[in-house]
């Protein structure tokens, strides 16, 4: 039978300190100083402030308005709320709560509401000792693994109830962190800052943007200038782990260090490359390109056998990725020329299209851009060191999409380990079997985690195009919806690309394809003019 506390809840970590001599009551005090009036309303208010607005109250005298002799007397309620501008009835819930408010922590609010009790206190206890057990192991603990949990527990306590009474609701998981003193912690912490000088490079690239959107002769006008939604992209690379050590898990309040354990076969140091593309239209239309580390081909005495072992493995590969393979499981000129040509052009609408990428060294390789022009893709390159600030996936998608992927991970690990009684977190790297399982259970999360990503979080990345200009109207009509992290929207002025350029530099519009870009702090920005009047552009970085 499980023992519990006589409140209902499980026994904190920490022992409890015998409690303090009580505080004596503010009428038997000596009080010489108190609480100064206000003159305006404030929502919240310090356990001193309380105590000084008391103490006023208990040991002041005012003048009684109905004696004409101008007879002393004991403030009433109505003079301590028109002194304090403290509603009544919260005044006479100071005076209700005066013992909490004097034993309340210093600089705290001293509120008075009482802790719920535990509406399930025999799940709360197997729920928090598997909590304890899991950070014993240092293994990071997040929502997801507590909402899972959650039930396992509920059905383990109370077999005989129906596992839909148990609700995960924010006040259910809110009460429980503050019941057991659980609060969310970062295992590392990285600070981040934005330089203005970065400013000018972002300018210089929405005004290209918004030049290249500009409708040529006997282009019809599309949704935004000459290009479709579709027609408007962005790709990046990002690291995909094996396992994720990094980020943040939930942890005792207190605690001076916050550790994850590194399993012993190194699963964090063995990545893969995860190549992500979304559109203007917010819709998925193209899977996610998958890089592992291995050989593409296989050679010497023993190929047959590791040839026939890779067919096995991709045959349950997740259907809704793209596999690839090269020896250090990063992205290249020649994959991603593949990507460009195999996957890209064939779901990309007939016409001008423009692709945002990042200013990455292979990305403005002679053979990449030529493979872009020759598919009537305008390769629009953010400039070195803005890709947080103006890169849809980098300021919108990556990090949701990132925790999703972890949660859909930790679970298939955890379902791998139930269903086949092997824990792929204690085998060697080395071993074969364990790294295609884990490139199998990869490949499956991932395919989930798009799937569900681009379903729920459709209008997330409409609106992320829209803010960053990609998909705004090029009349300049809409250019105060302009939104870019740590930069005033009063800086971010587009407006017309004649008139910036051509009046700027007393050119005539039919000059303006001959302006050269001046060169800004994130690196040189070139405007190169091709065959059919198309201009590309070049952030070359420093």
């Known amino acids: 039978m499980l023992q519990l506390a006589s409140t209902g809840l499980a026994s904190s970590a920490a022992p409890r300190l015998p409690p303090g001599p009580k505080s004596k009551p503010l009428t038997l005090r000596s009080m010489t100083s108190f609480a100064p009036p206000r003159r305006r309303l404030q929502q919240s208010h310090t356990c001193e402030f309380k105590i000084g607005v008391l103490a006023w109250w208990a040991h002041s005298q005012v003048a009684s308005p109905n004696s004409p002799s101008g007879k002393l007397s004991s403030p009433t309620v109505n003079n301590v709320s028109l002194r304090y501008q403290v509603p009544i009835s919260t005044l006479r819930d100071w005076r209700r709560n005066e013992s909490h408010i004097l034993n309340a922590k210093k600089n705290s609010s001293g509120s008075c509401l009482?802790?719920?009790?535990?509406?399930?206190?025999?799940?709360?206890?197997?729920?928090?000792?598997?909590?304890?057990?899991?950070?014993?192991?240092?293994?990071?603990?997040?929502?997801?693994?507590?909402?899972?949990?959650?039930?396992?527990?509920?059905?383990?306590?109370?077999?005989?109830?129906?596992?839909?009474?148990?609700?995960?609701?924010?006040?259910?998981?809110?009460?429980?962190?503050?019941?057991?003193?659980?609060?969310?912690?970062?295992?590392?912490?990285?600070?981040?800052?934005?330089?203005?000088?970065?400013?000018?490079?972002?300018?210089?690239?929405?005004?290209?943007?918004?030049?290249?959107?500009?409708?040529?002769?006997?282009?019809?006008?599309?949704?935004?200038?000459?290009?479709?939604?579709?027609?408007?992209?962005?790709?990046?690379?990002?690291?995909?782990?094996?396992?994720?050590?990094?980020?943040?898990?939930?942890?005792d309040k207190g605690s001076h260090t916050v550790q994850v354990k590194a399993t012993a076969s190194g699963w964090d140091k063995r990545q893969a490359t995860l190549v992500l593309c979304i559109f203007g239209s917010g819709k998925n239309h193209l899977r996610p390109l998958i890089i592992f580390k291995g050989k593409e081909s296989y050679s010497g005495t023993r190929r047959?056998?590791?040839?026939?072992?890779?067919?096995?493995?991709?045959?349950?590969?997740?259907?809704?990725?793209?596999?690839?393979?090269?020896?250090?499981?990063?992205?290249?000129?020649?994959?991603?020329?593949?990507?460009?040509?195999?996957y890209l052009v064939p779901v990309l609408p007939s016409g001008p299209r423009l692709l945002a990428l990042d200013v990455a060294e292979f990305h403005c390789t002679d053979s990449v851009l030529q493979t872009l022009r020759e598919h009537d893709i305008t390769p629009s390159i953010i400039p070195a060191g803005c890709t947080g600030l103006v890169q849809p996936l980098d300021v919108s998608v990556n990090k949701p999409f990132e925790d999703l992927l972890r949660d859909l991970i930790d679970q298939a690990l955890e379902?791998?380990?139930?269903?086949?009684?092997?824990?792929?977190?204690?085998?060697?790297?080395?071993?074969?079997?364990?790294?295609?399982?884990?490139?199998?259970?990869?490949?499956?999360?991932?395919?989930?985690?798009?799937?569900?990503?681009?379903?729920?979080?459709?209008?997330?990345?409409?609106?992320?195009?829209?803010?960053?200009?990609?998909?705004?109207?090029?009349?300049?009509?809409?250019?105060?919806?302009?939104?870019?992290?740590?930069?005033?929207s009063n800086l971010l002025k587009i407006g017309s690309w004649e008139r910036l350029y051509c009046e700027g530099s007393g050119l005539e519009s039919q000059e303006r394809s001959h302006l050269f870009v001046e060169s800004g702090t994130s690196g040189e920005a070139l405007l190169i003019e091709n065959e059919e009047d198309e201009i590309a552009i070049e952030f070359i970085g420093n």
Request: glycine share 4%.
């Open 304 to 342: 047959k056998y590791y040839q026939q072992k890779r067919i096995e493995e991709i045959s349950q590969y997740d259907t809704r990725v793209i596999v690839n393979w090269n020896d250090t499981a990063y992205a290249n000129a020649d994959l991603l020329i593949e990507w460009i040509t195999d």
């Open 114 to 251: 009482k802790e719920r009790r535990a509406l399930w206190p025999e799940m709360e206890v197997l729920l928090y000792e598997a909590y304890r057990c899991r950070r014993e192991e240092k293994k990071a603990v997040r929502q997801g693994w507590l909402r899972r949990q959650s039930i396992i527990s509920f059905k383990t306590a109370y077999p005989d109830k129906d596992p839909d009474d148990f609700i995960f609701s924010r006040g259910w998981f809110t009460g429980i962190l503050s019941r057991h003193s659980i609060s969310l912690r970062f295992t590392t912490n990285k600070s981040q800052k934005v330089p203005e000088e970065y400013l000018a490079g972002i300018l210089q690239w929405m005004q290209f943007n918004r030049r290249n959107s500009q409708i040529r002769s006997q282009e019809e006008e599309q949704v935004v200038g000459r290009y479709l939604l579709d027609s408007i992209c962005n790709m990046d690379e990002t690291p995909l782990p094996f396992e994720y050590l990094d980020g943040q898990t939930y942890a």
């Open 415 to 488: 379902n791998y380990q139930t269903n086949h009684s092997v824990n792929l977190h204690e085998i060697r790297r080395a071993y074969h079997n364990a790294v295609a399982q884990r490139r199998i259970l990869i490949t499956k999360c991932v395919g989930e985690a798009w799937e569900t990503f681009s379903l729920k979080y459709q209008e997330l990345i409409v609106s992320t195009f829209w803010k960053l200009w990609l998909t705004l109207p090029i009349d300049g009509s809409c250019d105060e919806e302009l939104a870019v992290k740590g930069i005033s």
